[in-house]
Each structure stands twice: as C-alpha cells, then as structure tokens.
C-alpha cells in the first residue's frame, strides 16, 4: 500500500455509526504497529456545487484512466479518516503524479500548511 493509491475499504459514516465499504484513497503509506493509513473519500455522487477541497476524477479522461474507477467520481479531500490497513481490502488503480501534485496543493491550502 502506497500513497496515492486508490483502494476499496470500509469506511466511517460522518454523521451515524457503521462503516461502508467504498473507494479511498491513500494519503499515507500504514504508519505504526497498528498500521494505520490516512484515507480521503471517493463517492460517485457530484455535489451540484463543487468544494475547493474537491477533484473531480474522470476515467475517461488520460490523466486518470490508472484509477480504474467504473464511473465519473469526486475525490473529497475535506472528508479524512484515519483506518486500520485490515479495512484497506482491494487495489483499485492509482493516482496520475499530475493529480497527486493537485492534491498536495489543495491539502496545503485546506489545513493552511
């Protein structure tokens, strides 16, 4: 597992309990004994009005065919959550490095790096 990776995993509810199993993407490689990874929310649903925390991922377009997502998706990079790697389950694709540079930059303007 590497940053930049694009996995299946379960994945926290925001506003009840439970988990669900959904595409997410590694902001970290598994950090400590528990290996714990940094993960941002991927969700097929676009907001009828886009976030400055949002990127829109398309697998059509050449930048982002190595994610190997089945459908036009929005990666929301406000929604973090910090999993165990055992609820990281299946390898999706990857990150283009122009996207991950994308990414860096709109996560140093998010948390004012």
Same mark, same amino acid.
């Given at each position: 597992m590497q940053r930049g990776e694009i996995y299946l995993a379960t994945?926290?509810?925001?506003?009840?309990?439970?988990?669900k199993l959904r595409p997410v993407l590694l902001l970290?490689?598994?950090i400590g004994p528990a290996g714990e990874v940094l993960v941002a929310y991927i969700s097929s649903v676009l907001p009828s009005a886009l976030l400055p925390s949002?990127?829109?991922?398309?697998?059509k377009a050449s930048e982002h065919r190595t994610t190997n997502l089945k459908t036009i998706s929005v990666l929301? +990079?406000? =929604? @973090?959550?910090?999993i165990h790697a055992a609820?990281?389950?299946?390898? +999706?694709? =990857? @990150?283009?490095?122009e996207t991950q540079r994308e990414i860096s930059a709109k996560l140093k303007g998010l948390l004012h790096l």
């Open positions: 994945f926290p509810f925001g506003d009840a309990p439970g988990m970290t490689e598994p949002d990127i829109v991922l398309d697998p929301r +990079l406000h =929604k @973090l959550a910090t609820s990281v389950h299946r390898y +999706l694709g =990857k @990150l283009s490095p």
